[in-house]
């Protein structure tokens, strides 16, 4: 008894689960925090250079204007243009720089391989100093692509540095009414640039460092609603052991409570865990009684089947808050209890997890298999990075002591809600069929992957595939396509496609999983069913 309770206080002092997940939403947040903040800079910079370079191509159309082509055409030396008409060019081109927050606006000529300027802006300073670019000045240091320019006749823009500063600008090959080239320009400060997206840069990562503080302290708030009521639930089982199974009436309360208040997996395992003990303690009375074993047997299955029933999400629409997905599962057991399962859930705002599995087997055996597989399936979609780490970690725990030998079929797939993806695995399941908006039915490629629960070191493909919005996809277990009708014909995967494909274009979920267990309905008659029949249909809204 002291080397129990030794080994109890040691385990308090290890590092719990509420350290490890806020150890995990630490990480997680930080990396969710950084991909925004530079996924948000990366976008607001390309705006901010899309709008740079938007204002560049309309200044170099108007230096088109106000330069035109007659202009241009009379250029044929250092004094072919009067110095007069061109100081009121450039008084002109300055005015509508200085207003279009530019650093200049030119126009140059290519005589042989010398590139002069015959039209340009001026600054305020070099008018004041009158440093001035005059006509016709040789432009020594003009950069390659302004050269490229000229030889290919194709607008680029540039980033250079020369004699008047750094900038951005925009080169507008022309070719003039006596067929020669000139090359209209425009160039802004990159100091205007690396201002503005500086700014944006600062913005980005104080965005993200608030996004990050928020999600932190929501997380801290969920963790501790979480581990609290565990840590209850742990210490009422426990004490329940060692009393052999005679309840505390205050702690019996508490768990009631628990039950009654939170509607989440918490509040269902302490449902669970109570229930759970009163069926132990009426087995205890029972066996003591030898009441009649078929009435206790019978009584135990119907509880089996409420507590299984109750463990799937039987809420429909499931989130109705949400517009982007649309989600429908029903089950059908063969027998009171059975093996099918189905399961969904958020793993965040963005991404949906979702399975369907077949336990081999039927009956109480079939369905231990089912609940412990579900559970694992859900504690390891909330934890696991991808779906590939998710189906391999449930497969290693079904593995580990399988005294049993029993094994699952499961189908598990991620939906990320922004974009449509849907990345896969599978194992040793049938894949689903994927509906389209239009109405055209098509398959999932098959991932390499055998049932789980049979070799704990088994590997696993992972798949993907895109969804476009007003498509379903539609995943079952081998209770459709193999339901028999009484002269022991197999419904098959090809009246499966059948009936999907003459479902109504707009169908919902809803609509998709009933339509298509109707029509096995009509098909199996008044045959018996054979085996247990899920269908779980999720339709991507976009």
């Known amino acids: 008894m002291v080397d129990e309770s030794a080994e109890v206080e040691r385990r308090r002092h290890r590092f719990g689960l509420k350290a490890q997940l806020l150890l995990l939403l630490f990480a997680l947040n930080l990396v969710g925090a950084s991909v925004y903040s530079a996924v948000l800079y990366r976008i607001d910079k390309a705006a901010i250079l899309d709008g740079i370079d938007g204002r560049l191509r309309t200044a170099v159309l108007a230096v088109k204007e106000m330069a035109d082509d007659d202009y241009h055409a009379r250029i044929t030396g250092p004094d072919s ?50 440093k001035q670019v005059k006509f016709f000045t040789l432009y020594d240091t003009a950069p390659r692509r302004l050269y490229a320019s000229f030889a ?22 022309v070719r003039g009414v006596d067929d020669r080239t000139y090359v209209a320009g425009a160039d802004i400060d990159l100091a205007v640039v690396r201002e503005q997206t500086m700014k944006a840069l600062k913005t980005s ?37 060692q ?14 409570r628990i039950g009654v208040t939170r509607s989440d997996e918490v509040g269902s395992l302490a449902e669970a865990m109570t229930a759970m003990i009163a069926r132990l303690q009426r087995y205890l009375i029972d066996m003591e009684q030898a009441t009649a074993a078929r009435e206790r047997v019978e009584g135990e299955l119907s509880a089996a089947r409420d507590i299984q029933v109750g463990m799937l999400p039987r ?35 963005h991404r949906l997890f979702f399975v369907v599995g077949d336990v081999s087997g039927k009956g109480v055996p079939a369905a231990l298999f089912m609940a412990m597989t579900t559970t694992l399936f859900k504690a390891t979609a909330l934890t ?16 580990r002591d399988n005294a049993a030998q ?14 449509g993806r849907v990345d896969y695995a599978v194992g ?104 247990d029949v899920a269908i779980l249909v999720v339709r991507y809204e976009g």
């Open 81 to 130: 243009i009067p110095w007069q008409e061109y100081d009121r060019l450039q008084y002109r081109l300055s005015r509508f720089a200085e207003g279009a927050d530019l650093a200049y606006v030119y126009t140059y000529m290519k005589f042989g391989d010398q590139i002069r300027t015959v039209a340009t802006s001026a600054t305020r300073e070099e008018i004041e100093t009158r």
């Open 152 to 173: 290919d006749g194709k607008g680029r823009f540039d980033e250079y540095s020369d004699s008047f500063g750094r900038f951005r600008s925009i080169y507008l090959p």
């Open 205 to 241: 990562i104080l965005i993200g460092a608030g996004m990050f503080a928020l999600s932190m302290a929501l997380g801290w708030l969920l963790v501790d609603r979480i581990v609290q009521p565990l840590a209850r639930l742990t210490l009422f089982t426990r004490n329940m052991g």
């Open 243 to 256: 009393r052999n199974f005679q309840p505390d009436e205050t702690e019996a309360a508490a768990m009631q």
């Open 315 to 349: 809420r429909f629409p499931p989130f109705p808050a949400r517009t982007d997905v649309d989600i429908f599962a029903l089950l059908e057991s063969a027998k009171q209890v059975g093996g099918d399962l189905y399961d969904y859930v958020l793993v965040d705002e």
């Open 384 to 399: 696991a990075m991808t779906i590939g780490e998710v189906i391999a970690r449930v497969n290693a725990e079904l593995s």
């Open 406 to 419: 029993m094994f699952v079929t499961a189908f598990a797939g991620v939906l990320d809600l922004r974009t």
């Open 428 to 531: 040793g399941h049938e894949p689903p069929f994927l509906r389209r908006a239009d109405g055209a039915i098509t398959r999932l490629p098959k991932a390499r992957g055998i049932a789980l629960g049979v070799f704990e070191e088994a590997e696993f493909e992972t798949a993907s595939c895109q969804l476009a919005p007003g498509d379903a996809l539609i995943l079952f277990t081998d209770g459709v396509s193999e339901a028999t009708n009484a002269a022991e014909d197999l419904y098959t995967i090809a009246r499966i496609e059948t009936a999907l494909s003459t479902a109504l274009p707009d169908s919902s979920a809803r609509g998709i999983a009933q339509g298509l267990a109707e029509d096995v309905r009509v098909f199996v008659g008044e045959a018996p069913q054979a085996d």
